[in-house]
Nanobody, 124 residues
Framework: QVRLVESGGGLVQAGGSLRLSCAVS????????MAWFRQAPGKEREFVAA????????YAGDFAKGRFFIFRDSAANTMYLQMDSLKPEDTAVYYC?????????????????WGQGTQVTVSS
C-alpha cells in the first residue's frame, strides 16, 4: 500500500504564495505517477498537475501553468506544489494522488491512492 499525507495548506492573501507537500511511503511509488488535484465546495475535483517520479515528466492543467509548479525530492520522498500569485478562486482542498499508470493523468478515476487533503484558503 502507498500512503500519501498532504501538508502546507493555510490562509493566504490574494497574490501570495504557498507550498504544499505530499509525503510518500510504501512499496513501488518510485515507479508511480503522482498528481495534485483540488476540490472546492460544491464543485468536482479538478486536475492541477502531475509528475512521473522517475523521470520528472510534468503535466499541468491550463489554469496552473505559469503560477503552480510541481516537483519532487526523491531523497525526501516528498512531492511539492509551489503555488504563486494565488487567487480567491484557488480556494479548495488540495489532494495528493498516485497510481502505477494513471492514464489519462488528468482524471480522478486514473488514481488508486489518495491523501486526505489540505485546505487552502485565499482571501481577497
Amino acid at each position: 500500500q502507498v500512503r500519501l499525507v498532504e501538508s502546507g495548506g493555510g490562509l493566504v492573501q490574494a497574490g501570495g504564495s504557498l507550498r504544499l507537500s505530499c509525503a510518500v511511503s510504501g512499496r513501488g511509488f518510485s515507479r508511480y505517477i503522482m498528481a495534485w488535484f483540488r476540490q472546492a465546495p460544491g464543485k468536482e475535483r479538478e486536475f492541477v498537475a502531475a509528475i512521473t517520479w522517475i523521470d520528472s515528466i510534468i503535466y499541468a492543467g491550463d489554469f496552473a501553468k505559469g503560477r503552480f509548479f510541481i516537483f519532487r525530492d526523491s531523497a525526501a520522498n516528498t512531492m511539492y506544489l509551489q503555488m504563486d500569485s494565488l487567487k480567491p478562486e484557488d480556494t479548495a482542498v488540495y489532494y495528493c494522488a498516485a497510481d502505477q499508470v494513471a492514464i489519462p493523468e488528468s482524471r480522478t478515476e486514473s488514481y488508486s491512492h489518495w491523501g486526505q487533503g489540505t485546505q487552502v484558503t485565499v482571501s481577497s
